[in-house]
């Protein structure tokens, strides 16, 4: 084992990650003091060469996400980033040293990726925002509207029908969240979720200011327009469920496995056929339904901004469908069939 050429030892192929692990961990020679040099430069990227002989080994994961919290407790396995080369991509946890394009000496680069917190965490922060804060609009807590208008409510009943389709949306995120998806990464930088909340929550401040404002105008076309809304929303909303459904049955608790989603038994996953991220097609339906509904301006906005980034999300998982499954269905399209 070296690191940054001040030490060098041979690791052999019959070696236990424990026994790595207390190589390195008594490695205190590294630039006076085992941990001094990542201290100062851990968003850089460090190196770590590992020599052996070529024969089985133990998993990657194993043996470098666990060596190096021995320099500095703080860097756990999560918040490592494993590479081949200083700008390549990360390497995954379960790739096998032997079977990386590697010689009978491996140099391997360790970035920080900064301190990480669960996607569950995330998800569960990003959408109990919106709940609660839509619903103090709703209710007219006071220091939102004039004071007259406080804890008043509104005389329009598509008013009282967007906040129990709001307040159903992000109950339907949270319960998903906790007991229907499973994530392929445990978790994310922390400082995303600052950004994510801004989003998330700024949306969701701004919409609801103006569809619970004591001036709000229902939609020109009245009901009509209203249960036409209803009916695409609540369509979409059950589709996005089903699609999250179809998903996690293709991933086996604890397990990163990637498989190809087909349509199953259940009609909203037909679409399956033609879009690789359907999750996505039925999430924007549901919110096109609630600007028809609302017919305010902020959800419009809020729906647009959403498409876009959807977009980007899809584009990149159909591209990852087609890099890893040649076999991959060639009519299917990212986010919306035959157009994009």
């Known amino acids: 084992l070296t690191h940054m050429g001040k030490e060098s030892r041979d690791v052999e192929p019959n070696a236990t990650i424990?026994?790595?692990?207390?190589?390195f961990h008594k490695s205190r020679e590294f630039n006076g003091g085992g941990g001094d040099w990542l201290s100062q430069h851990g968003k850089s990227t460090d190196s770590?060469?590992?020599?052996?002989?070529?024969?089985?080994?133990?998993?990657?994961?194993?043996?470098?996400?666990?060596?190096?919290?021995?320099?500095?407790?703080?860097?756990?396995?999560?918040?490592?980033?494993?590479?081949?080369?200083?700008?390549?991509?990360?390497?995954?946890?379960?790739?096998?040293?032997q079977h990386l394009p590697v010689g009978t000496t491996a140099t391997l680069y360790f970035r920080d990726l900064g301190a990480q917190i669960s996607w569950v965490t995330v998800f569960l922060t990003e959408y109990a925002g919106p709940l609660l804060l839509y619903l103090m609009?709703?209710?007219?807590?006071?220091?939102?509207?004039?004071?007259?208008?406080?804890?008043?409510?509104?005389?329009?009943?598509?008013?009282?029908?967007?906040?129990?389709?709001?307040?159903?949306?992000?109950?339907?995120?949270?319960?998903?969240?906790?007991?229907?998806?499973?994530?392929?990464?445990?978790?994310?930088?922390?400082r995303n979720i600052f950004k994510n909340c801004t989003y998330y929550w700024g949306f969701a401040a701004w919409m609801a200011y103006y569809i619970n404002h004591?001036?709000?105008?229902?939609?020109?076309?009245?009901?009509?327009?209203?249960r036409l809304a209803l009916v695409m929303f609540l369509f979409c909303q059950i589709g996005n469920?089903?699609?999250?459904?179809?998903?996690?049955?293709?991933?086996?608790?604890?397990?990163?496995?990637r498989k190809i989603p087909y349509p199953t038994k259940n009609p909203f996953t037909w679409i399956f056929l033609l879009v690789s991220c359907p999750n996505y097609t039925y999430e924007l339906g549901s919110w096109l339904g609630f600007t028809l509904m609302t017919q305010c301006l902020p959800v419009a906005f809020f729906t647009v901004v959403g498409f876009f980034q959807m977009t980007v999300w899809a584009k990149g998982k159909h591209r990852s469908y087609l890099k890893e499954f040649r076999d991959y269905p060639p009519l299917r399209s990212p986010i919306l069939p035959f157009v994009l």
């Open 18 to 23: 424990g026994e790595i692990k207390s190589m």
């Open 48 to 97: 770590c060469s590992l020599s052996l002989p070529p024969s089985p080994f133990p998993k990657l994961a194993s043996l470098l996400s666990s060596v190096f919290p021995f320099i500095d407790p703080k860097w756990y396995p999560t918040r490592q980033s494993i590479r081949l080369d200083a700008k390549g991509k990360s390497l995954k946890d379960e790739d096998v040293l």
């Open 137 to 190: 609009f709703y209710f007219r807590v006071p220091f939102i509207y004039a004071p007259k208008y406080d804890f008043t409510t509104s005389k329009h009943w598509v008013v009282h029908l967007a906040c129990m389709c709001h307040s159903f949306h992000y109950m339907k995120r949270l319960l998903e969240t906790l007991f229907v998806h499973r994530f392929s990464h445990g978790t994310m930088p922390l």
């Open 214 to 226: 004591p001036l709000y105008t229902p939609p020109i076309y009245g009901e009509q327009q209203i």
């Open 241 to 257: 469920f089903s699609i999250h459904i179809a998903l996690r049955n293709l991933r086996p608790p604890g397990s990163k496995t």
